[in-house]
């Protein structure tokens, strides 16, 4: 169990063996700043793909700690997202991150039947979060990437979550599937799709985690409000991941945390051959650095 992002972080540099990011579109100060940071703190080794003249350029005026990094030179963007993907497949690097760039001619090149990262498997957004109050990291998926996702979605959903938790050393994650109540509502088809979720995990459907649903918010984050309402589960009051019923719902519960609750986030995209970190230029350096923490712990 990780309580907080700096123990995430020190879990990553006791690491002997450092993950490579590949950032895409590097000829970018603000992505580069983040980056360099990682690699000051033993986090990551870089490899650069973009500009490279612009690239040694910002690394010279800022006096980045990235001399020694792998650079790939390109100057259009499809190129250096086909580059930054090849990578990938060839083992010379561990996750993605998107620099200065589109995000969908990212995606573009990692969805690519013949030469991409698609594994056949939903890709999803996978939002780790430090919620003032809770006890430890908290997971909320999926909150950017499938607007009203099916049973068998979000049967993927939640395992690209367990599975990045699998590989952070996360052993049986404990999932609540949140609906608006904790007793089924036939009316309600989040609430249909949770009991059956459970219902899955139960039957070995779904593997290496313990699916809780329906289940309330209060009651997936509150022991005891869960003693309060008489339920009893090991997912009460213990949540390590939050599945959502829809795309909104999960940026609501997100935004709400860091704008009005002081939480803190981060997050990557799931469910290819490897993590992607997808930070906007609005990020703040907090947000990026831990990000590509984040990957570097959930990569394989």
Same mark, same amino acid.
């Given at each position: 169990m990780l309580r907080n992002f700096a123990e995430m972080a020190e879990m990553v540099r006791?690491?002997?063996?450092?993950k490579r990011i590949v950032l895409a579109c590097a000829h970018d100060e603000h992505s580069l700043e983040a980056v360099n940071e990682a690699v000051k703190e033993g986090i990551v080794e870089a490899v650069l793909v973009?500009?490279?003249d612009m690239i040694r350029e910002i690394i010279k005026e800022h006096g980045l700690a990235l001399e020694d990094a792998t650079i790939y030179n390109a100057d259009d963007d499809v190129e250096i997202a086909k580059i930054a993907v090849r990578l990938i497949n060839e083992g010379k690097g561990d996750f993605l991150m998107k620099g200065k760039m589109q995000t969908s001619d990212l995606l573009k090149q990692v969805v690519n039947?013949?030469?991409g990262l698609n594994m056949g498997k939903v890709m999803s957004h996978v939002g780790l979060f430090e919620v003032p109050n809770y006890h430890k990291?908290?997971?909320l998926t999926d909150g950017g990437m499938l607007l009203h996702p099916t049973l068998e979605q979000k049967a993927q959903i939640v395992e690209n979550a367990v599975g *990045?938790?699998?590989n952070m050393g996360y052993e049986n994650p404990k999932v609540a599937a949140l609906c608006a109540a904790e007793k089924l509502n036939e009316k309600a088809p989040e609430s249909v799709d949770a009991a059956a979720l459970k219902e899955m995990n139960e039957k070995g459907e779904i593997k290496d985690c313990v699916i809780e649903g329906p289940i309330s918010y209060d009651i997936?984050?509150?022991?005891e409000i869960a003693d309060f309402k008489g339920f009893e589960s090991p997912v009460a009051g213990?949540?390590?991941v939050l599945l959502v019923p829809d795309m909104a719902a999960g940026n609501f519960i997100g935004k709400s945390w860091v704008i009005q609750g002081g939480g803190r986030m981060t997050g990557l995209v799931v469910g290819a051959k490897a993590p992607i970190v997808l930070t906007s230029r609005g990020s703040g350096a907090d947000e990026k650095f831990y990000?590509?923490?984040?990957?570097? *712990?959930?990569?394989?």
């Amino acid at each position: 169990m990780l309580r907080n992002f700096a123990e995430m972080a020190e879990m990553v540099r006791s690491n002997p063996v450092k993950k490579r990011i590949v950032l895409a579109c590097a000829h970018d100060e603000h992505s580069l700043e983040a980056v360099n940071e990682a690699v000051k703190e033993g986090i990551v080794e870089a490899v650069l793909v973009g500009k490279e003249d612009m690239i040694r350029e910002i690394i010279k005026e800022h006096g980045l700690a990235l001399e020694d990094a792998t650079i790939y030179n390109a100057d259009d963007d499809v190129e250096i997202a086909k580059i930054a993907v090849r990578l990938i497949n060839e083992g010379k690097g561990d996750f993605l991150m998107k620099g200065k760039m589109q995000t969908s001619d990212l995606l573009k090149q990692v969805v690519n039947k013949e030469t991409g990262l698609n594994m056949g498997k939903v890709m999803s957004h996978v939002g780790l979060f430090e919620v003032p109050n809770y006890h430890k990291l908290v997971v909320l998926t999926d909150g950017g990437m499938l607007l009203h996702p099916t049973l068998e979605q979000k049967a993927q959903i939640v395992e690209n979550a367990v599975g *990045a938790l699998n590989n952070m050393g996360y052993e049986n994650p404990k999932v609540a599937a949140l609906c608006a109540a904790e007793k089924l509502n036939e009316k309600a088809p989040e609430s249909v799709d949770a009991a059956a979720l459970k219902e899955m995990n139960e039957k070995g459907e779904i593997k290496d985690c313990v699916i809780e649903g329906p289940i309330s918010y209060d009651i997936a984050l509150s022991k005891e409000i869960a003693d309060f309402k008489g339920f009893e589960s090991p997912v009460a009051g213990d949540a390590d991941v939050l599945l959502v019923p829809d795309m909104a719902a999960g940026n609501f519960i997100g935004k709400s945390w860091v704008i009005q609750g002081g939480g803190r986030m981060t997050g990557l995209v799931v469910g290819a051959k490897a993590p992607i970190v997808l930070t906007s230029r609005g990020s703040g350096a907090d947000e990026k650095f831990y990000s590509i923490v984040f990957a570097a *712990a959930a990569s394989k």
